[in-house]
């Protein structure tokens, strides 16, 4: 599985948007386990040996008087990563139903032949 696609499973198991850098360890995101287990443990379950500065995106509150420039640069990494994820979904949907309908079209043709 590519980093884009097990960065949308955590989202979906776990409801946080995580970047990382370096070689997932496994193929499946594995669910929650403990409360109370630490940041550092779980990197080590859910992304393996090989990953590291791993950053997550959350939700900030600011101060009224807060520069709009000081929310983008805070929120870029996050609002990228999302777009990422995002468009390999789309990707990975769209290849799906292509291969479908390549998969229908060849039934259909042999269908057509022993006519």
Not at 5 to 23: A, H, K, Q, S
Not at 54 to 67: D, E, G, I, K, M
Not at 96 to 105: A, P, T
Request: with cysteine; hydrophobic share 30%.
């Amino acid at each position: 599985m590519n980093k884009h696609n097990y960065c949308r499973r955590i989202m979906e198991v776990y409801g946080v948007i995580v970047d990382f850098e370096g070689n997932i360890a496994r193929t499946n995101v594995p669910g929650p386990i403990d409360e109370n287990e630490t940041l550092k443990g779980w990197t080590n379950r859910v992304l393996g040996d090989d990953v590291d500065d791993v950053s997550f995106s959350l939700q900030h509150t600011y101060a009224p008087q807060t520069r709009m420039s000081t929310i983008i640069d805070d929120s870029h990494d996050a609002a990228q990563q999302a777009k990422k994820i995002l468009k390999n979904t789309v990707k990975n949907k769209t290849d799906r139903l292509k291969e479908e309908l390549e998969q229908e079209s060849l039934k259909h043709q042999k269908k057509l032949k022993s006519f």
